[in-house]
């Protein structure tokens, strides 16, 4: 499964990304509008909505000349796609009730951000970061807690291979100064399950390391 958009994954990225544009409003919306709404081209809005039409899942209305659309919340797929959508939520809900179980408070947790190099396989992983920090050391018994509880609840809610990498938040720090692409990027857009929000201890590490230092050197 997507994690970062498990309808999509199921119900296709255009059929996704038009429920969603239209799942907060409540009146008949146009074609040209939900495409806006939506991020899809025109044409592709307009496949998608037919097909939404021609199973029930949206109700088609003539404003004059042109077609509007609303979403039929009585059909009976309509809860199924609410939970598909909601998905990823349910899945990071269930991670952090987990990890507090089993990780010391101090230690971040997060899910990693898609990266736009993986594909295949490593699409469909669920990637977890855990930052430790310097006053905690974790015994092994923790390490392998986080990393079963982790497994057990995220893979077989998604079926998806999880892998989890420790590090220490001194590597983290030396890390960022260096500019490294996964911590910057897909570690600074993650989503913490645990512990201190990972993206917060990023950008202050990153403001750390840009400021000047309190005794420059003089000439």
Same mark, same amino acid.
């Given at each position: 499964?997507?994690?970062?958009?498990?309808?999509?994954?199921?119900?296709?990225?255009?059929?996704?990304?038009?429920? !969603?544009?239209?799942?907060?409003?409540?009146?008949?919306?146009?074609?040209?509008?939900?495409?806006?709404?939506?991020?899809?081209?025109?044409?592709?809005? !307009?496949?998608?909505?037919?097909?939404?039409?021609?199973?029930?899942?949206?109700?088609?209305?003539? $404003?004059?000349?042109?077609?509007?659309?609303?979403?039929?919340?009585?059909?009976?797929?309509?809860?199924?796609?609410?939970?598909?959508?909601?998905?990823?939520?349910?899945?990071?809900?269930?991670?952090?009730?987990?990890?507090? &179980?089993?990780?010391?408070?101090?230690?971040?947790?997060?899910?990693?951000?898609?990266?736009?190099?993986?594909?295949?396989?490593? %699409?469909?992983?669920?990637?977890?970061?855990?930052?430790?920090?310097?006053?905690? %050391?974790?015994?092994?018994? $923790?390490?392998?807690? $986080?990393? !079963?509880?982790? !497994?057990?609840?995220?893979?077989?809610?998604?079926?998806?291979? $999880?892998?989890?990498?420790?590090?220490? %938040?001194?590597?983290?720090? %030396?890390?960022?100064? /260096?500019?490294?692409?996964?911590?910057?990027?897909?570690?600074?857009?993650?989503?913490?399950?645990?512990?201190?929000?990972?993206?917060?201890?990023?950008?202050?590490? #990153?403001? &750390? #390391?840009?400021?000047?230092?309190? /005794?420059?050197?003089?000439?």
């Amino acid at each position: 499964m997507l994690l970062h958009d498990p309808g999509a994954d199921v119900l296709g990225a255009d059929v996704t990304h038009i429920i !969603r544009a239209l799942r907060q409003r409540s009146e008949p919306t146009l074609t040209a509008v939900v495409a806006t709404a939506a991020g899809v081209s025109a044409p592709r809005t !307009r496949a998608a909505l037919k097909e939404l039409v021609s199973i029930g899942v949206m109700t088609l209305t003539k $404003v004059g000349r042109a077609n509007a659309y609303t979403i039929n919340r009585t059909h009976v797929a309509w809860d199924g796609i609410q939970l598909l959508l909601d998905a990823r939520l349910l899945v990071l809900r269930q991670a952090r009730r987990v990890c507090e &179980q089993v990780a010391p408070a101090g230690v971040s947790i997060a899910l990693c951000a898609p990266s736009g190099a993986l594909r295949g396989a490593w %699409e469909r992983s669920a990637r977890f970061i855990v930052v430790v920090p310097e006053s905690t %050391e974790l015994r092994a018994d $923790v390490i392998e807690g $986080v990393t !079963r509880v982790l !497994r057990d609840t995220v893979g077989s809610m998604t079926g998806n291979t $999880v892998a989890v990498t420790f590090i220490a %938040e001194d590597d983290l720090r %030396e890390r960022v100064r /260096n500019g490294d692409k996964v911590a910057k990027e897909e570690w600074f857009r993650s989503a913490t399950v645990h512990g201190p929000d990972l993206s917060q201890i990023i950008l202050e590490m #990153t403001r &750390q #390391t840009a400021r000047p230092t309190d /005794n420059p050197v003089r000439t």
